[in-house]
Each structure stands twice: as structure tokens, then as C-alpha cells.
């Protein structure tokens, strides 16, 4: 089932999420449910705080981008209670965006590399260094989890400039090809 996507400003977005336990009900509908709503999107990845949910979820779907990273062929992946455990190696700037912020789109610097720990989606834990794209993407998308955006990571000059977009958004204001669920004032 796809589900609205909630935009900027909905407090959810920026709570901290809290970690779940096995017995979390309907976890594999609910980790589908995110998959095909991403997907519906064309996004990336998703946090489970985007569909207003404050539980650490995350989903990940690299494939679509295999023709310019071939290393990402076939990655499609679910995190469930991850966490950071350091990042490291050189920062690297580059252009990011997100569902939650339709039509913005920044640069932001992450470090190259994370350690990283993780259930996957039938529970088993995994310990992982990780480099390159999948590092930012994860680090964009587990900053859902600490109530952060990829905004915050952005100089005030350019908070400046994409003020009236977000401005907009707090007000509802949200047009995009996918199914929202925006602040009404």
C-alpha cells in the first residue's frame, strides 16, 4: 500500500525514533508498504518517521541507480534499529534531496565512510563498515531517525535562499507526484 509521505514541518520529522523489538506488529507489511511507497516516489530510500511513524526503519533501494554505480546492482535492503557507531575518512560534498523536502535539493558534506550496526529485516544483527554512496545515503537517511534533514547539514546563507520554499511547505503549500501529508495551518 503506498503511503502519504509527510513533508517538512510535521513534528514527527523531527522527533528522535525509538528502537522497536521483534515483536513489532505487521513489520513485514509495514517494511513492504515502505518499499512500495518509495518506490512510487522514485526515491532512494525511506525512514519510517517520512510516514509518520518515530520507530528506527529504514529502506534502501540502490538498484535504480546500478547503471552509474554498478557496485549497487541488486541492493535493496531494510535497516531496522540502526545505529552510528563513528564516521570517518574525507568529507564529500555533494547534491542531495529528499521526499520530505519535495523540490529542494542541496549540498551537503558527509564523511566517506561509517561503522555502522543494524537488525535486518528478520532480525539477525550485522556490524558493517561502509563506504561511498551507500555511506551518505545511509547517513541521510538514519538523520530521519535523530529528527535531523539533510537541511541542517546546509550553511545559513543557503537556508536563507530556500526560505520561502520552506516557508511554503509549513503552510501546506506542497506540490509533487506523490501522495503527501503536509502541516495544515
Known sequence: M?????VYGQPVLRKVAEDIKSDYPNLKELIANMFETMDNAEGVGLAAPQIGLPIRVVVINLDVLSDEFPELKGF???????HILEVSGEMEDMEEGCLSLPG?????????K???HYLDEDMQPHDE???GYLA???????????????ID???MMRKQMIRGKLSAMLKGKV???????AVKI
Open 104 to 112: 529542494i535539493h542541496e549540498n551537503v558534506k558527509r564523511a566517506g
Open 129 to 131: 563498515i561502509v563506504e
Open 136 to 150: 551518505r545515503v545511509m547517513q541521510h537517511e538514519f538523520d530521519h531517525l535523530d529528527g535531523k534533514m539533510f
Open 114 to 116: 561509517i561503522h555502522v
Open 2 to 6: 503506498i503511503l502519504p509521505i509527510y
Open 153 to 155: 547539514h546546509i550553511s
Open 76 to 82: 535493496r535492503k531494510t535497516f531496522i534499529n540502526p
Open 175 to 181: 506540490r509533487c507526484a506523490y501522495k503527501v501529508k
